[in-house]
């Protein structure tokens, strides 16, 4: 059953995140910190895990669309929060949780979500992207893993999805080497 979405529940809870109900039972979710490319917060990164559980459970959301503010979609963590992973490993463990319950509650979530992919997305931001039900990417979207660029293997969201969006060697190519996927090559490779 869908109806009036309370967006002043979700703003409240998820304050990281921008809320908006386009139409009747439609959540739509907007990841925005537009000076930094959309770049994920720490607390933007916990709201991401979290909030889709509250949306499974809520009756009146039918469906949601997920997209980032402006120009791009996500350019992945904010340095900031990397910056606090290093240097301090409760921050590290809770970020890696984190990331493991945002593709769980993700994929968990019983309401169709669709990815409106524009610019860049990378990191959880990517995450989102792809693990929605369906992704639609723009002519200007850039796909990348940005793992390797930080010094660290690609993990959570990237070696559960490439593979099965584009097969185990095309998936370690850009793992690897954190080359981009235009949307023409995403397209190509997902076929």
Known sequence: MTGAINLEHYRERFPSLEFAAPGDGVLELVIANERRLNATTEAMHGDLARVWIAIDQDESVGAVLVRGAGEHFSSGGDFAMIERMIDDEATLVRVWKEAS??????????????????????????????????SVAGRNARLLDGHTRLGVAAGDHAVLIWPL????????????????ASWQSASRIAR
């Open 165 to 180: 969006l584009c097969g185990l060697a095309k998936a370690r190519y850009y793992l690897l080497t954190s080359a981009s």
């Open 101 to 134: 319950d945002l593709v769980y509650n993700l994929v968990s979530c019983s309401r169709p979500v669709v990815s409106a992919i524009r610019g860049t997305a990378v990191g959880a931001g990517l995450a989102v992207a792809l693990l929605a039900d369906v």
